[in-house]
């Protein structure tokens, strides 16, 4: 039972930068590997980034890596996406999601993952 909510979504010009948050309420938070997701109009939800429960390891898509960077910081429950030099194809409602400690052959499925959060709006200008 992990309730997440995401926030720092909004417009901004290409080249510019954001950073999303994801707040979970719940006392295992530690122990939940956590990914970023997003999805555009008509298209499907993709794999953004992953981060294992200390924070230790990270994957990334590649069209945002090298951009985006995943974080955490267990001692306040929330999940962090650092994105800079935005481009309009970035332009998505991003979603933050949980599953428990375990292997990462799937991270990148939406489908493994067990709890989601209600997503926040990322809109790049050109």
């Known amino acids: 039972q992990v309730q997440l909510v995401e926030s720092g979504g909004g417009l901004v010009q290409a080249g510019g930068s954001l950073r999303l948050s994801c707040a979970a309420s719940g006392r295992i938070f530690s122990s939940y590997v956590m990914g970023w997701f997003r999805q555009a109009p008509g298209k499907e939800r993709e794999f953004v980034a992953a981060v294992s429960c200390r924070g230790g390891s990270t994957y990334y898509a590649d069209s945002v890596k090298g951009r985006f960077t995943i974080s955490r910081d267990n001692a306040k429950n929330t999940l962090y996406l650092q994105m800079n030099s935005l481009k309009p194809e970035d332009t998505a409602v991003y979603y933050c999601?949980?599953?428990?400690?375990?292997?990462?052959?799937?991270?990148?499925?939406?489908?493994?993952?067990?709890?989601w959060g209600q997503g926040t709006q990322v809109t790049v200008s050109s």
């Open positions: 999601a949980g599953r428990p400690n375990g292997d990462y052959s799937d991270y990148a499925q939406p489908a493994w993952y067990d709890y």
